[in-house]
Every structure is written in structure tokens, then in C-alpha cells.
């Protein structure tokens, strides 16, 4: 990787991996693609931008052309509950905006990163230590664009030999940037409250296990992958990724140990039937056999860094 461009920079993930990314390989090699969404200050201070809509094969090619990019992480896209409100939407986006960059990896030789997620799992997926291979029928048009989107990247690895590589994301918890639309997002939102309002109403039921995933860690595992050897990636539609699995009141109770006056009501919406069909814990050892994946955070140690930085941004 020498030249990268990331694709939907000002996003929760986009905004820390295109920092981390400038971080590894210098400022002027990455640049930020981003569409509506302005970027934080750091991320339009320290580098190269360009407003890219991902639906435009054309404004894309003029960017790899430009900047010389030969790695593309696509993250733009629109998530499970944003996705549930308007699903004819989140088929174009999602699944358009894929292929654009699917056929202009195969035109210019690039390498592509492509996020899925644990909603290409549903109801009928096993829901504890889901393993690699299993049933994926989501019920969520989120899920099928990632179920629809892993097979295309496969094929486009058998077909053209595109080197495109794909983890499936647990619920990503950061304190940089807000949520933007997810079921999981109650995970983030719980610590901003718990510092400002000393309060907060869940839309899950307290007991909703689902597999999470502090923001440290989703960057190592998605640098890791593409710096990879390209023989140890044997899985070309999505790699399981996994960290830790708790509910709302177990996050809950952690916080509780930091601010012991924060309150939490459950006030389950649409939301919960999404989160019911999502997996419980998730099984990795592939990613972890293959290429070498480890997490960092449990628990304790994510709540504890979530809250000391929080407390500098917002008191």
C-alpha cells in the first residue's frame, strides 16, 4: 500500500483507520474521500481530501488517477437501522457503490478493503460461537447488501482476481465519533450520556447480548488484513472478527463503577427485533489461524478508556 484513498473518511470507522492509516504510511499518501458528511478538523488538516460520491464510478476514477491510489478502503454505506427506513436506498448505495469499486479494482489493479458486518447473520444463523461458515439469511436489507456484497467479492477474486478482503464487524464502540444509524450504536451513546445527562434510555432490552468490538481494535484487524500475505487470506468473502460480547446492563453495571449515580431506563423500539436475530459471541479462530488476529480490549479496559476520554471532551 503506497497510495490509499478512503472512502467515506468522515464516517465513525473512516475517520480513525484514515488518522491511523496517515500515521503509517505519511499524511500526503492517504487521502480522504468524503461525500456529505464533513470531516473532523484532524482529518481535513492532515491531509489530502477529495469529495468523492461513492455512486460515481467516474468521480472515483478521476481520484485513483489523480492521486496514483492503488488501495481503496470502501467504507461508505448505509447501516441497519438508517438501512430499515428506507431499503430501496440502502440497495443502491450500498450494493451500487460496491460494485463501482469492485470494477475499478479489476480495471486499475487495486487492492480493495470492504467491510461486512454480523448482520449478514440472522435468525436462522446459530447464535452462540457462530462459526465461519454458517447460514447467513438476514431478515434486515442492511444484512443481505452484506450478504449480497460478500459473495460479489468473492466472485470478483475468482473471476478477475481482484484482491479484495473483508471482516465481518461486531458493533464498533469509539469516543471520536458520534453513531451514525446502527442497532449497536446504543453502545456508544450510552457513554455520552452517562458523562452528560447522568442518564439515558436504551432502545434494547438489558439482557440483549451482542458481539462488540472497541474502535483500537477494528483498525488493528483492518491494517492487519491488508498488510497480509496474499496466500494467507484463504477466505474471500468475510472473515468472522470478534472481541467481546456483552449486554446493555452489563455495560451498564461497568459504567456504573466509574459514574455511580448514572441511570439507565429500557425502552426497547424497532430495533430489537434486529438485534434478535444478530449472533450472540462470534467464533474467529480463522481469522486468528490465518492471519494472525488478536484483540486488545475486554470489557473493563474498553469502558475505562472510553470514560477517562470523554471526560476531557466533554467536561
Given amino acids: 500500500m503506497k497510495n490509499i484513498l478512503v472512502i467515506g473518511a468522515a464516517g465513525q470507522i473512516g475517520t480513525e483507520l484514515t488518522m491511523a492509516l496517515r500515521e503509517k504510511y505519511g499524511n500526503e499518501n492517504v487521502v480522504a474521500g468524503i461525500n456529505k458528511t464533513l470531516p473532523s478538523d484532524e482529518v481535513k488538516n492532515s491531509g489530502p481530501m477529495e469529495t468523492v460520491n461513492a455512486m460515481s ?3 472515483i476514477e478521476n481520484v485513483v488517477k489523480k492521486h496514483s491510489i492503488d488501495t481503496i478502503f470502501h467504507l461508505a454505506s448505509l447501516l441497519s437501522a438508517v438501512g430499515e427506513k428506507n431499503p430501496d436506498l ?3 448505495v450500498n450494493m451500487g457503490s460496491l460494485k463501482n469499486i469492485l470494477d475499478l479494482a479489476k480495471k486499475h489493479n487495486l ?4 467491510p461486512s458486518s454480523i448482520a449478514a447473520f440472522g435468525p436462522t444463523t446459530p447464535r452462540t460461537d457462530t462459526p465461519q461458515s454458517t447460514i447467513l439469511e438476514p431478515n434486515t436489507m442492511y444484512g443481505v447488501t452484506k450478504v449480497a456484497g460478500e459473495l460479489l467479492c468473492n466472485y470478483y ?3 478477475y482476481g481482484v484482491d ?3 471482516v465481518r464487524y461486531p458493533g464498533i464502540i469509539s469516543y471520536k465519533t458520534l453513531p451514525g444509524g446502527g442497532t449497536t450504536d446504543y453502545a456508544v451513546d450510552i457513554f455520552f450520556k452517562a458523562i452528560k445527562d447522568g442518564k ?3 432502545f434494547l432490552k438489558k439482557d440483549s447480548t451482542l458481539p462488540m468490538m472497541y474502535m483500537p481494535d477494528a483498525i488493528k484487524a483492518t491494517i492487519d488484513i491488508m498488510n497480509a500475505d496474499k496466500e494467507k487470506i484463504k477466505v474471500r468473502t468475510s472473515y468472522n472478527l470478534a472481541a467481546i460480547s456483552f449486554s446493555p ?3 451498564y453495571n461497568e459504567i456504573r463503577k466509574h459514574e455511580p449515580n448514572f441511570k439507565v431506563d429500557y425502552v426497547p423500539d424497532f430495533r430489537q427485533k434486529i438485534a434478535d436475530s444478530w449472533p450472540k459471541t462470534i467464533n474467529d479462530s480463522v481469522a486468528r489461524k490465518d492471519w494472525s488476529w488478536k484483540h486488545s480490549y475486554d470489557l473493563k479496559k474498553m469502558t475505562e478508556d472510553m470514560l477517562v476520554n470523554l471526560r476531557k471532551i466533554l467536561r
Wanted: aromatic share 22%; charged share 30%; proline share 0%.
Fill in 90 to 92: 440502502a440497495w443502491s
Fill in 164 to 166: 479484495v478482503r473483508s
Fill in 157 to 159: 477474486f475468482n473471476k
Fill in 249 to 251: 446492563e452489563e455495560l
Fill in 111 to 114: 487492492k480493495v478493503f470492504w
Fill in 200 to 202: 439515558y434510555t436504551c
Fill in 57 to 59: 464510478i467516474d468521480e
